[in-house]
Each structure stands twice: as C-alpha cells, then as structure tokens.
C-alpha cells in the first residue's frame, strides 16, 4: 500500500514539474539577457540547458545524478526519455487532427511536393556526411560504432524524439554503448546550429537591406487570433475534447504497434521506433471516420478545434524538446566529444548550403522564406523553422509556412525507406552508404526534374532546327546543282 508521502507517489509530478518551471525560467532568462533574445536559441532548447547546467551542478556537489534521486522517483533518466518517445507522438498525432479545407493550386502541389522531397534529401546527404565521417572514426577510434553518423539525420532533421528512438535501438539491439545520450546530443547541436546559422544568415540579409530589425522584446498578446468557435461543448470543456481525441489515436496507435510487435518479433525495436508514424495514421483515420460520422449527421457538430490542437502540438514539442536535452548523460561520452562536434559542424554546413541551393533554384518567388523555414525545420523541428521564418514574415504571408505543415505527407512517403535502412548501418555501414548516396542521387533527379529534363528538351529541340537548317541548305544546294546542269 502506497503512503501519499512516499516520494513514489511524488516522484513523477516532481518531474513533470520541474520540466515545466525550467520552460518557465528559461523564457524569464531570454527576456532579461538581450543577447538570448537575439540568438533565437528555442525557449524549450535552452530550459533543457538551464536543466542540464543544474544537474551538472548537483553532480559535482553529491556525486550522484540529481533525476536518479528518490526525490523524483529514482529512475528520472529514464522516466525523462519515457516523456520524450511519447511526446513525439502526440504532437505529431496534434497536428494531424487539424483540418485544412483550403483550396490547393496545380503550383501550389508542386511546391508543397518539392518541400516534402527537399526534407528527404537533406536527410540523405546528413546521413551521408554523418556515416562518411563515422566510419572513417571506425578505423582511428577503436571500437568506436561505425554506424553511429546515420543519427545525423534524425538528431538534425527529425529532432529530439526519433534521435532517441534511433539511438535507443542502437543501443539496446546493437551494443551501441551510450546511443540514446549520443542521438539526443546531436539533436542538441542540431538546434545551436539552426540558432547559430539562422541568426547569421538574418544578420546578412539585414546587412543587405531586405529586412528591418525587429524588437525581440515585443510579445504577441495570447487572444490574439483565437478561434472564434472556441465553446464548451456541453459539459465537457472543448480542451478536454482535444485532449481525448489525442488520446484516442494514440491508443488506436498502440493497438496496431501491439499487433505488429506481435507479428513480427524481429522488427519489434523498429515498429515501437516508428510510434509517431503510426500516430499520424491513426489520427488521420480518426479524422477520417469523424468526418464520415459528420456527413451522415451522426456527428452534430466539427468536435476538433485547430487552434486548441496547435497548442496541444505545441505544448508536446516543448515538454519533448526540454526532457530530451535534459536526459543526456555526458559521462558515457567523454570519448567522443571531438567527433560530435565535427558531425555538428559538418551537418550544420551541408544543411545550410544545400538548402540554400534548392530555395535559389526551386522557390524563387519567396526564395529567403523558404530557406530559413527549412532550414531552420532540418536543424531542428518544425517550430524551429517558424521561429526563424517569423523573422522576415512575421504574419506568415507567403506560402512557406505552409509548406512546413503539408510537406509531412510527401516526406513521410518518401522518407520511410531511409528509416528502414537506418537499421542496417550498425551491421553494414559501408553498403549503407552506398545506398544513401544512390537514394540521395534519386531524390536529386525527382527535385530538379523540370530543370533536368527541360535542359534536354531544349538540347533536343536546338538539335532538330539544326537537322532542319542542314536539311533545308542541302535541298537549297541540291536545287542549285540541278539547275546548272539542265543548263
């Protein structure tokens, strides 16, 4: 029988709490320190910091890790890598539970198209990197884990959540010692880089004169823009509907990660990995059978609300972000620390300039907008991305913005064949890159195809007026030569 006083009763609110006050403190700092506020540095990334600096702390004082403490239950660690899995899933299933009933053009489909294939490029050419420069630090750090780069990608591209579900599985499945820290550090230096490389690509574009300093210090009032069909629905508060809805994905998610796990053993470190995927589709067929229900007028009212889910969204980012960041234990690191931060490096450069190449190329109508917001998503997440977009468009009038939000489908299609061969590089590593690189080169064809094949469309055409011209001076001379010899 548990006692109300036992610190098992506690723990997890202790916990839970205090990931929250350090969200809290965190934007308290940024506010009062102008540089943070002009370093665009993620509230969430720098709570999860101020979390990491405290721990840290305690550890020098006591010797012990503070989130192992009874005062949190005595398994934190792992209890803040629990929060950090489940809170990729329920933002991503949040945001799937919002509709869109805008009207898309031919052009608009496309651009949202070749943002969903720019994301899966730029996952292959970090995977790329990343593997390049781990299985080169294979053979100069014994019994380093070759496969250890392919984490590149999903610490910069994908973020806290599936770093840790990948280096989870690294961990437990193929002797990776230290794999959920090495993953959730690099989503860690994923987001200094979309900071550090946003502020000086911004810092550039003021330079030039194309946009005006704004004031950091300015906040948006928090009614701003609330929908206005926000009510109670009956008894229940319509957050509490959200919230419920959330919850019924998930569990329908569970169910088919269950079923799954069950048939196919082998793969279960995977299937429980793809949590969010199967989040997405289960909230996609619940939004699906609701609207159903709303034609037939089973349903008497639209029960999701897409300012609530955007909160909820929200909401589960920021806790995944700040729990993840604060789950890192750099004691299993210590050796590897020099090839952290070249991937950091690395990964920070070929993000940058190979977006920037696709914006020029592809997005030449709102070609800044775009690069900052991708950019910015492929570094870190999604709200990393409108962070710095908001800096050049505060109200979100091109079409960038959108692009983050309807690019997911396009990437996930496309993108699910690499989380499949992520699973192969602890094994073969080399092969892995081999097939990054050919996959990449795919992606590239499928990106540029209008300039590709155009190209040779014009080459093919400038080639048939070049038969017809030589075609066209030898009838003129054949005519010539029989008219000299009639006379």
């Known amino acids: ?28 700092v940024k506010k009062v320190i102008k540089p ?29 890790n503070m989130f192992e403490t009874a005062f949190f239950g005595g398994n934190g660690i792992a209890n803040l890598e629990i929060i950090t899995y489940h809170a990729l899933a329920l933002g991503f299933i949040a945001s799937g539970l919002k509709t869109n009933n805008a009207k898309m053009t031919k052009k608009r489909t496309m651009e949202i198209f070749d943002s969903g294939v720019t994301t899966v490029a730029t996952y292959l050419i970090q995977g790329i990197f990343g593997l390049g420069i781990t299985i080169v630090a294979a053979f100069l750090v014994k019994g380093f884990f070759a496969g250890a780069g392919i984490l590149l990608p999903f610490g910069f591209g994908q973020g806290t959540g599936q770093a840790l579900n990948y280096g989870g599985i690294f961990e437990m499945d193929f002797g990776f010692a230290g794999g959920k820290s090495f993953g959730l550090t690099i989503a860690a230096l994923g987001f200094l880089s979309a ?12 330079k030039q004169g194309k946009i005006e300093v704004r004031d950091y210090a300015e906040v ?63 909230a996609t067929l619940v939004k699906t059978v609701m609207n159903f229900l709303r034609k037939k007028e089973v ?4 029960y999701t609300n897409n300012f609530l889910l955007t909160r909820c969204s929200n909401f589960f980012f920021d806790v995944m972000v700040t729990a993840g960041i604060a789950a890192i234990r750099f004691g299993v690191l210590k050796d590897y620390w020099g090839i952290m931060i070249i991937l950091g490096v690395v990964g920070l ?27 910015g998503m492929l570094t870190g997440t999604a709200s990393t991305g409108v962070i710095l977009l908001r800096e050049i468009d505060p109200e979100f009038k091109s079409p960038a913005s959108d692009n983050l939000i309807y690019q997911t489908f396009p990437a996930i299609v496309f993108g699910f064949p690499m989380m499949l061969i992520a699973t192969l590089a602890p094994v073969k590593p080399f092969l892995t890159f081999v097939i990054l690189v050919v996959f990449f ?4 064809v499928l990106l540029f195809r209008r300039q590709i094949f155009r190209k040779k469309a014009k080459a093919a055409k400038t080639d048939s ?9 030898e009838a003129v001379e054949a005519e010539a030569v029989s008219s000299d010899s009639n006379e």
């Open 299 to 302: 349903l008497k009212r639209e």
């Open 220 to 282: 948006r009032r928090v009614g701003d823009g609330i929908d206005s069909s926000i009510t109670i629905q009956g008894s229940l508060d319509n957050l509490t509907v959200q919230i419920a809805i959330i919850a019924l994905a998930y569990f329908i998610s569970y169910l088919i990660i269950l079923l799954l796990g069950t048939l196919v053993p082998g793969f279960k470190s995977v299937i429980y990995g793809f949590n969010f995927i199967i989040g997405v589709l289960s």
């Open 441 to 444: 080169a795919v992606m590239n």
């Open 1 to 28: 029988m548990e006692n109300f006083w036992d610190f098992s009763v506690w723990g997890g609110f202790n916990l839970a709490a205090v990931l929250l006050i350090s969200l809290l403190t965190a934007s308290c």
């Open 349 to 375: 450069a070929v993000t940058y300039y190979y977006n920037r190449i696709i914006a020029k190329t592809l997005f030449k109508e709102y070609e800044q907008e775009q690069f900052l917001a991708m950019y």
């Open 465 to 473: 007026s070049e038969a017809a011209e030589d075609a066209a001076v």
């Open 195 to 206: 900071s550090i490389g946003g502020v000086i690509h911004l810092h550039i574009l003021k």
């Open 36 to 64: 943070l506020r002009y370093s665009l540095i993620p509230t969430s990334v720098l709570a999860g910091g101020l979390l990491l600096i405290v721990s840290g702390i305690y550890r020098l004082i006591s010797g012990n």
